[in-house]
């Protein structure tokens, strides 16, 4: 357990970590090229520990080096592993491997923690089942673990629900290129967190594979391209940024974050302008952003497309006049815990008055007193409750050490912000 300490506005600059969703998707994309391709800059996290250490079990060489990746690319020549795979709970590494998975001659074997065998699946393996290819819940129950019978895909059309997570949309067009025609994805219903299919595209691209997009409702990538061996550097992480910048918000301090790509596509990069609406400055250039703290005031907004700043932006609402409300956030319900009704949970706790529903989650101040937090083993929920402590005397954190999924060495950043300091 970790106890934040109030501070009474901060002033710092911060250099913001690799992106997670990025380093995953270049450490898979670069295990199918022909060659060797080097990561710069990547995130070194639990998750993208679990990604490397998979790719290792299917043959390919996949090298930690001081601020690099270097992956020795098979082309998509691959044998299934002995042994079983396990990702914890690391929900990009399953899904991303379960397609890939068919692309290696013989069973592969997914697992991971409890919490990722609740964790459902049952849409992509229909999408695999479609394709002929046999994909099985060892339960039978559509979570992991998961066998998956490779060697053989042959893609054409593919019908693919669009609430439940993006991250089954990337795990085929990941594979796609490989598969024996060309392969088109029908979204059926709208496509929740269309950023992060923009993020898959966007390092697609810069491996040298097209996919053309129809609106968000058809994804159709050729068959025969091919990814390029490339030297590859990963941009930093907005997810990772949103903490910062609250913390700003809430003491009405300043911030300066350095690292990150202004233009990027991340969803989570749309928090700068939601901070705005709700009463702080902003200023931004291609080397830095900057972020003055105001008053905040209560809004009613749509999250979709930055699912993964819902939590900070929670927290940042009980500092806020007025209410805030936050909808559109369905699908944080099947992330690493049930994130609406953990986020009901512990901002009640705190003496916020909290209404919740399937999709949304409404915030009205309260008066405020300290409380242990309960983590529920989410990266995110320590992180965003770190934020508070900086308002809220008494406040600690459980289980801190469940940062290291993303963010390893975030309580430690985090406490210097006190110190008025560039790090």
């Not at 790509?261 to 939601?274: C, I, K, Y």
Request: proline share 4%.
């Amino acid at each position: 357990m970790i106890e934040i300490h109030p501070a009474s506005s901060i002033s710092a600059t911060v250099e913001i970590p690799a992106s997670k969703s990025y380093t995953n998707r270049a450490l898979l994309i670069a295990a199918l090229t022909e060659g060797e391709c080097r990561i710069e800059n990547p995130l070194f996290s639990d998750d993208t520990h679990y990604m490397s250490q998979a790719l290792n079990q299917f043959g390919i060489l996949v090298k930690r080096e001081e601020n690099a990746f270097t992956v020795q690319g098979t082309g998509g020549r691959m044998q299934a592993p002995k042994e079983e795979i396990f990702v914890g709970n690391a929900g990009t590494t399953m899904r991303f491997l379960t397609t890939f998975s068919a692309l290696a001659d013989g069973v592969t074997r997914l697992t991971g923690d409890a919490r990722m065998q609740e964790r459902p699946i049952g849409d992509l393996i229909a999408c695999l089942q479609q394709m002929q290819v046999e994909a099985v819940s060892v339960k039978n129950n559509q979570c992991p673990p998961l066998e998956i019978h490779g060697g053989h895909v042959p893609g054409g059309d593919i019908h693919l629900a669009g609430d439940k997570s993006s991250q089954y949309l990337t795990s085929i067009l990941l594979s796609a290129p490989y598969f024996e025609q060309d392969t088109t994805i029908h979204i059926q219903g709208d496509l929740t967190s269309k950023s992060y299919a923009d993020i898959t595209l966007d390092i697609m691209g810069a491996f040298g594979v097209r996919v053309e997009n129809e609106d968000y409702q058809r994804f159709r990538v050729s068959a025969g391209q091919r990814y390029r061996a490339e030297n590859y550097r990963v941009e930093g992480d907005w997810s990772s940024a949103s903490y910062f910048l609250a913390a700003a918000a809430v003491t009405g301090g300043e911030i300066t974050l350095t690292g990150l790509n202004p233009d990027s596509v991340q969803g989570d990069a749309g928090f700068l302008d939601v901070l705005q609406k709700m009463g702080c400055g902003v200023q931004t250039s291609a080397e830095k952003i900057h972020l003055k703290g105001n008053p905040l005031k209560g809004i009613t907004i749509n999250m979709n497309s930055m699912p993964d700043a819902v939590q900070t932006l929670a927290v940042t609402a009980l500092f806020a006049q007025g209410e805030t409300v936050i909808n559109g956030i369905g699908n944080l319900r099947i992330k690493e815990t049930d994130r609406i009704q953990a986020l009901e949970t512990e901002l009640s706790r705190l003496g916020a008055t909290v209404r919740a529903g399937d999709d949304f989650l409404a915030i009205q101040p309260g008066k405020y007193c300290g409380a242990e937090i309960e983590t529920y083993h989410d990266h995110r929920m320590a992180m965003s409750f770190a934020v508070a402590g900086l308002k809220i005397a008494g406040l600690k954190i459980k289980n801190p050490r469940c940062v290291e999924k993303s963010f390893p060495d975030f309580f430690d950043r985090f406490e210097k912000l006190r110190s008025n300091i560039e790090f």
